[in-house]
DNA sequence: GAATAAACCTACTTGCGAGTAGGATACTCG
DNA sequence: CGAGTATCCTACTCGCAAGTAGGTTTATTC
């Protein structure tokens, strides 16, 4: 929770978000260890980024394909040092979940209060879903398999997950009670939406020329009109950024995952 | 963690995969071919055995957890048999890739031909979309990663899967252009299409209340449908068997694919 | 009823990667 | 400056699972 505040600086370790992992040294900031002579003593940054770049390297290879050395190499550290930041490998991935997670939750929090009709709420929360799952941790959150975790651990993500799941589905509900959503199969459509939305931490690459933002959108809106055409009379709330990129081939990659750029 | 009370065969390496209607070999005179004709058949039955028992293991524990033993073990055999079929760990995944994937193929190539319109079409293909997923071999074609394939297997899979991407892109855009589909981007919407039912590999099991024609219904409605409510004259099309249905607590599961009994 | 091949086995080798022991180096603070 | 600690390293162990060598059993054909 300090680390969004202090990864604005540049100073320790902080980024080794932003910048694919696979740089070579010279570049920046894979590793603020090297970056700065000295020695810092800055546990919890260090530590975020031990997991950020894990994540990275998970997202990229997969997580039995990335060994500790791997995300060490990244770092410009050696495997010991991982381990005197994590206990695990498996404790590194559950904590790529958590880190995941907790801004769908967030958001989810965030709207409990607010008094707008319901699909505006889930809207906001798809939005927030899905910048979420095309960060740097969407892959652990989304693809990576609890099969993987000791069975307290996965225990503690499914809680998470169920929370967010039951989140959706209540304001599905209450969405369908004020009239401002569809009446349908809430379980059915909750699934549907988690899908739609985990499903682009398979695809999304940020280098693409689409913003999380903009697909978050385009999402959003494909949502609320449906498949099946509306009476012309009915398109009051419909926005134009949409139909603006309709049709265009935005990049490479395809709806079953595997990218574009090998 | 036995996957389900399916293979419970004793016999090594039988019929694992179908009732395998035997046919006697005795009467038959036999000529060469014949014969060499007989004894490939079931070289080939065993070998989708193999990789159909491969798939559901996978399923239950990883690509990566599953052992070959374990499969052996599985079939009453012991691992060098599965080598007597498959050359390797990679190609075993890779058959269940293509096994997977190729009924969705067939839809797709089979709605070519028809004369119904765009949205029609889309329909049905969605709808063997979806029960493809829920299959034994929905895990592999969804989950797996491409990463533990070879490069020239994961090119291929990947072939694959852009095949059938355009193809429901293709859907698309001839529905809207015949204007039984709502004008979108058809990108975007191929994408949320493909997530949302790949996403059914995550939570869908065979023991659930719902079959999966079931539920491919049910998304096929919530596509068509949209979140925003409709006027209510322009329900002409809606089907009684979803509104029948909605709130009902299916069964266990969240949707962000965690499966309820452990 | 041999000869031949298919189908399956026991008993290995091998490499990779998770995890550790124990030591070295740098930083902090009195 | 020197004690104490935080940080990081070199150099290992060790188990697991992929893959193989080479033999044994069972069916098929002449």
Redesign the interface.
């Known amino acids: 929770m300090s680390r969004t505040a202090r990864n604005a600086r540049t100073a320790p370790l902080g980024e080794a978000a932003r910048p694919a992992l696979s740089q070579r040294p010279g570049g920046d900031s894979a590793s603020a260890w090297r970056a700065n002579r000295k020695r810092l003593r800055d546990h919890d940054v260090k530590r975020d980024a031990v997991v950020r770049t894990a994540a990275q390297a998970f997202a990229d290879?997969?997580?039995?394909?990335t060994s500790l050395d791997d995300i060490a190499r990244a770092l410009d550290v050696t495997k010991p040092t991982i381990y005197y930041y994590v206990t695990n490998k498996e404790e590194l991935l559950f904590q790529c979940f958590v880190t995941g997670l907790e801004p769908i939750r967030a958001a989810l929090r965030a709207v409990r209060a607010a008094k707008e009709p319901g699909?505006d709420r889930?809207n906001t929360v798809l939005r927030q879903y899905a910048q979420a799952v095309a960060s740097d941790f969407g892959w652990c959150m989304?693809?990576a398999?609890?099969?993987?975790l000791s069975?307290s651990m996965?225990e503690h993500?499914?809680a998470l997950?169920?929370e967010?799941?039951q989140g959706?589905?209540r304001l599905l509900?209450e969405?369908v009670k004020d009239?401002?959503?569809?009446?349908?199969?809430?379980?059915?459509?909750?699934?549907?939406?988690?899908?739609?939305?985990?499903?682009?931490a398979?695809?999304y690459r940020a280098t693409h020329s689409m913003s999380a933002a903009q697909?978050a959108d385009?999402?959003v809106?494909?949502?609320?009109?449906?498949?099946?055409?509306?009476?012309a009379a009915?398109r009051s709330?419909r926005t134009t950024r949409?139909?603006a990129?309709?049709?265009?081939?935005?990049e490479r990659g395809?709806?079953?995952?595997?990218r574009g750029k090998?």
Chains 1, 2 share one sequence.
């Open positions: 290879r997969g997580f039995h394909n699909r889930l989304v693809i398999e609890h099969q993987d069975p996965s993500i499914r997950k169920v967010i799941d959706i589905r509900r969405g009239g401002s959503i569809q009446p349908c199969d809430v379980k059915m459509t909750a699934f549907a939406l988690a899908g739609a939305l985990n499903w682009i398979h695809w697909v385009a999402f809106t494909i949502f609320e009109e449906g498949l099946r055409p509306r009476a009915a709330k949409q139909r990129r309709t049709g265009s081939a935005v395809t709806a079953n995952g595997i090998s």
